[in-house]
């Protein structure tokens, strides 16, 4: 018997509730005093949706299509024509990311890897993956000096979140560790900030980003788990037959559109309370509510159509609340993302090609 996924999609009705009040304070582009985001708040934003992203694809891709159409993740999914294994869609994601040069990155790393390139290379990552051994360790973290350039470090255990998790590392001929449960900490994720030179004058009581560093931080995990996603799961699926994505993905036991993976994992990111939010927007939506909510996101959208590789911020007003808001491009990644687009029914444009701009992407951050 089927059961119904979690609340995601109300998170998201909610969402689109509460971002149709919006109101802009600030006209994007304009400068304004910022007091920033301290280096933790910034690591917990980009671990809860390096969090969301990885439960969406654990338990609605890989958990469920194993249980319900017996198409199990592999590592060698390339040649096997499946699904890559967790693991290594964050390893994919991270090397993606990584390349955007905004100043973080991240990585998966072990103390039991399968890969020994997921090993801990710093004394810092080690003393980080024995710390979070502990129960009650949510992250352990540091300011590093490197060379005069200032880094903040912090480790949070990745857990064992399905069987499938737990299988494949205990039941693989190079794991280490062979004894795992569903819950345990089977290693940890590593972000790391640039905070400048040792010798810059810090902001305040300490180090602190400015917004939109750390939206565009927010901005280049979810384009990066986007695209692998789009290439690599969906398109490639597609294109051997094997399996394809559909709007109606619960009951058709396929995969999500890529739309919906973001949308699902918005959903998550509400359940950390941590005030972030993102959602995907367009001229052209196929889903109404996934318009303009209002004149600064219509203005966004315009904006980065125009020029896709300049973001647009500006500052909004929840009630009493002030947030920064960001809006960036969202491009057609794969003949898949065009077809899907120009065919459907609901599509109020059908002329679609490969790169152009299909909407965009909003991040919302509070503004402490």
């Known amino acids: 018997m089927k059961t119904k996924p979690p609340g995601c999609f109300l998170a998201a009705l909610i969402l689109f509730v509460l971002l149709s009040n919006l109101t802009p304070v600030v006209s994007a582009q304009t400068g304004s005093a910022e007091k920033g985001v301290s280096p933790h708040l910034a690591a917990e934003f980009i671990h809860s949706v390096l969090l969301a992203d990885r439960t969406i694809y654990s338990e609605y891709i890989v958990e469920r299509l194993s249980n319900t159409i017996g198409l199990n993740a592999d590592e060698n999914w390339r040649e096997k024509e499946t699904l890559m294994l967790p693991a290594q869609f964050l390893s994919h994601s ?28 710093s004394e810092f990552e080690k003393e980080g993956l024995k710390k979070i051994l502990n129960a009650n ?20 255990p990745d857990l064992a979140v399905t069987n499938s998790c737990v299988q494949c590392h205990n039941n693989h001929p190079e794991s280490p560790k062979k004894d795992f449960k569903v819950g345990d900490v089977m290693g940890g994720i590593h972000i790391k900030l640039a905070l400048g030179n040792s010798g810059d004058k810090l902001q305040g009581s300490g180090h602190k980003l400015a917004h939109k560093v750390v939206a565009n931080y927010v901005h280049s995990i979810l384009e990066s788990d986007r695209t692998i996603y789009s290439k690599f799961i969906v398109n490639r699926l597609q294109n051997k037959n094997v399996l ?5 993905w619960w009951e058709d036991n396929a995969l ?8 699902n994992a918005s959903g998550v990111i509400k359940n950390f309370s941590l005030g972030l939010d993102f959602r995907l927007i367009s001229l052209w939506p196929v889903n109404p509510h996934n318009g ?44 898949t993302c065009v077809s899907c687009h120009n065919e459907h029914p609901n599509s109020q444009k059908h002329d679609f090609k490969m790169n152009d701009v299909m909407g965009g992407i909003v991040v919302t951050l509070p503004m402490h």
């Not at 394809?244 to 109606?248: K, L, R, T």
């Not at 999500?256 to 949308?263: C, D, E, G, T, V």
């Not at 004149?295 to 973001?311: C, D, Q, Y």
């Open 94 to 121: 991270a090397k993606l990311s990584n390349k955007q040069n905004t100043g973080m990155s991240y990585r998966l790393m072990s103390l039991w890897p399968i890969n020994k390139n997921n090993g801990p290379v």
């Open 137 to 156: 360790k949510t992250s352990y973290s540091k300011i590093i000096n490197t060379d005069g350039k200032l880094f903040y470090e912090v480790v949070y």
């Open 244 to 248: 394809f994505a559909s709007e109606n």
């Open 256 to 263: 999500l559109l890529p739309a919906q993976f973001l949308l």
């Open 292 to 335: 303009p909510a209002n004149e600064f996101e219509r203005a966004g959208l315009e904006s980065v159509l125009a020029t896709p590789e300049k973001p647009y911020f500006g500052k909004i007003k929840i009630g009493d609340k002030e947030y920064f808001q960001a809006v960036y491009s969202d491009r057609a990644v794969t003949p």
